[in-house]
């Protein structure tokens, strides 16, 4: 098990993938510590009838501890601290202009800072079509600082069938590129 592993959910459509992530990763790290911006915490109740807390697995192996988004004390918002990486799950456009900018106004885009300062794994899960040049600067911005951006484009050529296999098919992509081992399939032509 790793230490602790940062996940922050913003208002972007997709929250499901946030909730199929965190069960995918549950007992791979000591800690997950969960930040959810104010729209995100619209999104999770809209389009999945949960409040964040929803987001913790039954039976969940990690320990888990919601920061709020403007607590700038918490430990994720300092390089001194040693935890593992950071995944934004969704991201949206906003959060990802604010990165992309060092606008480190909240508790999710300063962890981001810090995870690309200190050369930490930092993922960021956008969802939006089609995107404008703002948005592809600053995905280029944020790839050239080291973070991957891993756009929820569910594939269909695993026989994906159900919308829990095409959701799974991107929460295992972020899990795979975190550097942790996948946990559903992988391409069939590689595996
Ligand atoms: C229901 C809903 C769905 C949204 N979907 C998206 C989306 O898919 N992508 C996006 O970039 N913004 C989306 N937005 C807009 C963002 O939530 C908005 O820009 C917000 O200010 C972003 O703040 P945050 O990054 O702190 O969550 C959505 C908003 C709502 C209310």
Do not use: Q
């Not at 159900?162 to 295992?172: P, Y």
Request: with cysteine; aromatic share 8%.
């Amino acid at each position: 098990m790793k230490s602790k592993l940062a996940v922050c959910v913003t208002g972007a459509g997709g929250a499901v993938y946030a909730k199929k992530f965190i069960e995918f990763i549950d007992g791979k790290f000591d800690e997950i510590a969960l930040v959810v911006s104010r729209t995100g915490e619209v999104v999770l109740r809209e389009e999945l009838g949960i409040s964040p807390e929803g987001l913790i697995p039954a039976g969940a192996k990690s320990k888990y501890v919601f920061y709020h988004r403007d607590d700038m004390t918490a430990p994720i918002a300092s390089g001194s601290h040693d935890f593992y990486g950071v995944a934004v799950i969704p991201c949206t456009m906003g959060t990802l202009g604010r990165v992309a900018s060092g606008v480190s106004d909240n508790l999710i885009t300063r962890c981001c800072d810090v995870c690309l300062k200190e050369r930490r794994p930092a993922v960021f899960v956008t969802r939006e079509t089609p995107l404008s040049l703002i948005h592809l600067r600053n995905m280029t911005t944020v790839t050239e600082a080291g973070g991957i951006v891993l756009p929820a484009c569910p594939a269909f050529y695993n026989g994906e069938k159900t919308l829990d296999e095409a959701v799974s098919f991107v929460a295992d992509r972020v899990v795979r590129v975190l550097g942790l081992s996948g946990v559903v399939g992988g391409w069939k032509n590689n595996e």
